[in-house]
């Protein structure tokens, strides 16, 4: 049969259209509710719904915790997409060439994602957006992460914002956030064909919980991922710990704190939500908070932006110093005293308490991740990428732009960072914050048995003390890995050395 000409099977083509279907690609957007790029798909048309677990080497890979966390996320949004009828189809590899593949065999006319801002990840949207585009595939992808896009708050003359409180205030006059999203209401799956099929994977065989060791119990224990276990977090805070969250959020030995920090991380709920639940809750009087509580709360809201702003203009954030002059700073490379920093035996309770913490439940209290941040940085005079690392790998809320700017921020070398020669005491940290003694004592139970006056001091305890608590130092806990007096002056040195004429910046 002779082939059809072209004019013909343009004709063909528009007498016989192909129905509308879309794909979605779910990446930090682990929700049906306030995703805008999902509800951009399902209104097209019939939907495949995608994850791909990226092992194509561009990005930074997730640490054990993120990976245990992401395991059970997936299983709750496959699970709430099977209650509308759905479908999440999951695939392992390099999304650069699996995309491409998934929307050619599929014959999808609409793909729509959420947008991600550290430099990899926009690096490969911008090349599959051209290639698709170019391929005939419309593509369009949306906010679902932040309050505001890093490129809408900017300075008076157009630059990247350097210093918090005015960023928040420029961010805070683009306007009240909009209201956020319903998840559709049907969400009709497009059927997979054979040759995807065969390209799926099942839940287990991404491989993503720990199994020999299973070191997640605690995690399990902690955590509900998923986006119900989400607004079950937000609605438990609103509540009650917002009340008096501005004095409270300072004390470990409290649950005053909302922990939504990893439900944000991948995208289990967004900022709008968080934004007009608070709102509603305080109008309604659902939640009895104070104005400043609440201000606060919205606050640390704020600095997660800041974070993502600073992210976007500078994607070294991680690895290279926000503040050149620091690349001049003498960091000691001191294995033993590292891993006696991660494993909590550094014989300073309040420290210890809080890398214990994070082992065990992934998450860390705010005001404790500065106290052991600086310990290490300033005390130890350890490289805060080390530090930045380790909390990368064992955190459940490892966030590419939250991590790097706390980590920067406590070391001095980072944008609004606390200035060097701000080194918080472990002693006086903990007898203001844990002042009964009870965060150490949950975490470090081998002192439980000190008085409150000397739970933070455990060698100042005399021998009868000591006896009596069952402890011996050296032994059943470490003495002072290093003595405070001389480590703050060693750090402020180890400064001095940075602002000799030869330092950079």
Do not use: C
Not at 29 to 56: K, M, Q
Not at 77 to 91: I, N, Q, R, T, W
Not at 96 to 101: G, K
Not at 326 to 333: G, L, T, V
Request: net charge neutral; no cysteine.
């Amino acid at each position: 049969m002779r082939a059809l000409s072209q004019a013909a099977r343009v004709t063909e083509h528009h007498a016989n259209p192909m129905p509308a279907s879309s794909l979605h690609w779910f990446r930090d957007d682990l929700r049906l509710a306030d995703n805008p790029a999902l509800s951009a798909a399902v209104a097209h048309g019939p939907t495949l719904f995608l994850y791909i677990l990226d092992e194509g080497g561009s990005r930074r890979p997730l640490g054990g915790a993120s990976r245990w966390w992401l395991s059970r996320s997936l299983a709750a949004l496959a699970s709430a997409l099977e209650a509308k009828g759905s479908e999440l189809v999951l695939m392992r590899g390099d999304p650069a060439a699996i995309l491409p593949r998934v929307v050619e065999t599929s014959g999808v006319d609409l793909v729509t994602w959420s947008r991600r801002y550290d430099a990899p990840s926009m690096a490969l949207d911008s090349r599959l957006k051209a290639d698709l585009t170019a391929a005939g595939t419309r593509v369009e992808s949306f906010n679902a992460a932040l309050l505001n896009e890093p490129w809408q708050v900017a300075t008076k003359t157009g630059d990247p914002m350097k210093v918090f409180t005015p960023y928040w205030r420029a961010a805070r006059a683009v306007g009240e956030p909009a209201a956020p999203m319903p998840a559709p209401r049907r969400m009709a799956s497009l059927p997979l064909p054979a040759a995807l099929a065969a390209m799926a994977v099942s839940h287990a065989e991404l491989a993503l919980e720990p199994t020999r060791p299973d070191w997640a119990g605690g995690l399990r224990e902690t955590w509900t991922p998923g986006e119900a276990g989400a607004a079950a977090r937000l609605s438990e805070f609103l509540a009650g710990p917002l009340d008096g969250y501005g004095e409270g959020r300072d004390r470990p030995d409290r649950v005053a704190t909302s922990r939504l920090s990893p439900h944000l991380r991948f995208g289990e709920i967004g900022p709008r939500q968080i934004w007009h639940a608070t709102r509603s809750a305080i109008e309604s009087g659902d939640a009895s908070a104070g104005s400043s509580d609440v201000e606060k709360f919205l606050s640390e809201v704020g600095w997660r932006e800041f974070s993502y702003h600073l992210l976007f203009y500078n994607p070294d954030l991680a690895t290279e110093n926000f503040n050149r002059r620091f690349d001049a700073f003498p960091w000691r490379r001191d294995e033993p005293a590292l891993e006696r920093w991660q494993r909590g035996l550094t014989g300073y309770p309040i420290v210890d308490a809080g890398l214990r913490e994070l082992w065990t439940t992934g998450w860390m209290h705010n005001r404790v991740r500065m106290i052991t941040a600086s310990f290490l940085i300033k005390h130890l005079l350890i490289d805060w990428r080390q530090g930045e690392d380790w909390f990368w790998d064992t955190l459940v809320d490892a966030d590419p732009a939250n991590n790097a700017a706390g980590w920067q921020w406590v070391a001095g070398s980072g944008a609004d960072a606390s200035p060097y020669y701000r080194i918080f005491n472990p002693v006086t940290q903990g007898l203001k914050f844990d002042t009964a003694g009870r965060y150490v004592r949950r975490w470090v139970p081998e002192i439980a048995g000190l008085d409150d006056s000397l739970i933070h001091e455990p060698w100042k305890a005399d021998a009868g003390a000591l006896r009596r608590a069952g402890i011996a130092l050296g032994e059943t806990y470490p003495r002072p890995i290093v003595d405070l007096d001389l480590g703050r002056k060693r750090a402020l040195d180890a400064l001095a050395m940075t602002r000799s004429e030869d330092a950079p910046g």
